[in-house]
Structure formats: C-alpha cells, structure tokens
C-alpha cells in the first residue's frame, strides 16, 4: 500500500489537488480557476465538464510535480462545494444541461410558495434546511422541468443526480460508481438527516424520482478505483467542503466551531451526535458519518 494522500478540492471558482507526504505534510499543489455562467439575472452555472476536465489535470499535475507515481497513492479523498447539482445520463455520462450552482436564486419563487404553504416546518424537521433556493432540491426540480424529455428520461432511470463529489466520483471510476457521502446528501432537501436515508416525502413534494438518487455511504468509505492516474488508486474519503474544513480545524468535540472565508463565509459548530434544531433558522446539518454514527453541526 502507498504512503501518500492525494486531496481534491473542487470548488465554486476553482479546482485545487494537494499531494500530502508520510508525515502529512503537502508536498505539491496544483490549481486550476473555473469559470462561471450568468445566463440570466440571479443564475450561476458551471459547466460540468469544466468541472471533470479541471479536476482531472490538477489531480495529475499535483502528482507529476510531488515526482509520485499512482502505486504509491494510498487513496484519494474529495471534497466539494456543495448543493450545486448535475444531473447526466447514465449511458453516455454526459451532463443533460449545466450544473446550477449553490448561489443560484432561479427558484426563489417556488420556494416562497412552500413557504407560503406552511411546508417549511416538515422540510426543516425532516432535513434541518430551509425553503431556500440556496440547496439541491429546487434546482434538480427545474432541470427536470425544463430539459426536455429529461423527466421522463429519469423517471425511466436513464439519468443520474449528484452533487460535485458524486459526478466526479462517477467520472473517476469510470461510471461504475454512482455514491455520494451523508455530508453532501445533506445538503439536498431530500435527506432526512435524522434516520439518515432519503426521504420519501421530501421526494414526493420536491417531485424527484428516487431513481436517480446516489448510494449514501459514510464520508471515510471505499468509493471504488480510478485507472485515470497512470494505475489503479482507490478513492477512500468524501465531504462537503465546509464539513471538511469543520474535520481539518480539528473540531471534533461537541462545542467546537470554525469559520471559513472563500467564496463565501461559512460557520459550523459541532453539536455532537444529536441534531440540535435552531429556532432562529440557523441550519442543522450533518457534519459526518463515520462507520454509522452520525455527527451532527450547526451552520
């Protein structure tokens, strides 16, 4: 088995691989921007193959300069920005429209009617979100609603959904895997972060096939092997990225918080291993899942 870690950080502007050493000092970084589509006021999308293409070169580049070769890769770990949703055709792999991105307001609307509705409290109980355009739920909605043929195609099971870490999974392993982590299920509106299994009744209300939805495994997991790296490397750990940076500022105590500036500015508190709800519409979250057990933030 190798002795080096290989990160993938795909984020909202840019993609960045680190390559860490024995004693977990990095010993390369590559990093590549990604560009962003404003199509219409209030819209953001990415490309997906944009996504694939600069995760894939910063991930060979970050091992060419560390001078380290796949067979001495112990496993890669990816974390993402999340809610931003993709949705591909299983057969070709190919994306059906642009990825809509976390920043996203496109469905504003059809939130302020679930609001309006009285929905939001089920929503929070079940997935310690809010009605907000903000998470996944809405936005693969509209994608079903406005590709055409592409309800149907998933009702058929033709298409997949997945978060960033999910596409990137699937395109890694060569579409043998279609997996995400709980972290990043959580972040849909259609988890129930509590039984930790996807939710029927979001599904229902949101109107999502359940065909197209991923494996949800632990965040450290055998997500399967890529042969895109010279050789045969496993994939062993997935998360969203502020769940990720909640795990590398070392909070791993009920009590503990870090905040994050990138694109934007993220706090999480750890809350331990039961999900404390807000009453003033701060978000519940899971932190991570390791073998089983569930830790839980406030976002």
Same mark, same amino acid.
């Given at each position: 088995?190798?002795?080096?870690?290989?990160?993938?950080?795909?984020?909202?502007?840019?993609?960045?691989?680190?390559?860490?050493?024995?004693?977990?000092?990095p010993l390369a970084v590559a990093q590549q921007e990604l560009p962003q589509h404003f199509p219409a006021p209030g819209w953001v999308e990415h490309e997906p193959e944009d996504i694939w293409q600069g995760s894939l070169a910063v991930l060979r580049q970050a091992m060419a300069s560390a001078g380290v070769e796949a067979r001495q890769v112990a496993g890669i770990g990816i974390t993402n920005q999340r809610e931003?949703?993709?949705?591909?055709?299983?057969?070709?792999?190919?994306?059906?429209?642009?990825?809509?991105?976390?920043?996203?307001?496109?469905? #504003?609307?059809?939130? @302020?009617? =679930?609001?309006?509705?009285?929905?939001? +409290?089920?929503?929070? &109980?079940?997935? !310690?979100? $809010? /009605?907000?355009?903000?998470?996944? #739920?809405?936005?693969? @909605?509209? =994608?079903?609603?406005?590709?055409?043929? +592409?309800?149907?195609? &998933?009702?058929? !099971?033709? $298409? /997949?959904?997945?978060?960033?870490?999910?596409?990137?999974?699937?395109? =890694?392993?060569?579409?043998?895997?279609? +997996?995400?982590?709980?972290?990043?299920?959580?972040?849909?509106?259609?988890?129930?972060?509590?039984r930790g299994c996807w939710d029927a009744e979001m599904l229902r209300l949101?109107?999502?096939?359940?065909?197209?939805?991923?494996?949800?495994?632990?965040?450290?997991?055998?997500?399967?092997?890529?042969?895109?790296?010279?050789?045969?490397?496993?994939?062993?750990?997935?998360?969203?990225?502020?769940?990720?940076?909640?795990l590398g500022q070392a909070c791993f105590a009920p009590g503990m918080l870090k905040s994050t500036y990138g694109t934007g500015c993220f706090a999480l508190l750890n809350t331990g291993e039961v999900p404390v709800f807000s009453k003033h519409r701060l978000l519940t979250t899971i932190a991570w899942q390791l073998d089983g057990k569930r830790t839980y933030a406030l976002e």
């Open positions: 088995m190798g002795n080096v870690l290989l990160a993938l950080d795909q984020g909202t502007t840019s993609t960045r691989a680190i390559v860490f050493g024995p004693e977990l000092l931003t949703v993709v949705l591909w055709d299983r057969a070709s792999g190919r994306a059906v429209h642009r990825a809509i991105v976390w920043q996203d307001r496109r469905t #504003a609307a059809a939130c @302020a009617r =679930l609001r309006e509705t009285g929905q939001e +409290a089920v929503i929070s &109980a079940r997935t !310690g979100l $809010l /009605a907000d355009p903000y998470f996944s #739920a809405t936005k693969l @909605a509209w =994608l079903l609603d406005h590709v055409p043929g +592409a309800r149907a195609q &998933a009702e058929r !099971g033709e $298409l /997949a959904f997945g978060t960033v870490d999910c596409f990137l999974l699937w395109r =890694l392993t060569g579409g043998r895997v279609h +997996a995400t982590d709980a972290s990043n299920a959580a972040r849909t509106l259609l988890f129930d972060i509590t949101f109107n999502i096939p359940a065909a197209i939805l991923p494996e949800v495994r632990d965040c450290a997991a055998e997500f399967g092997t890529t042969t895109l790296l010279g050789g045969t490397v496993p994939i062993r750990g997935m998360a969203g990225d502020q769940q990720a940076a909640t």
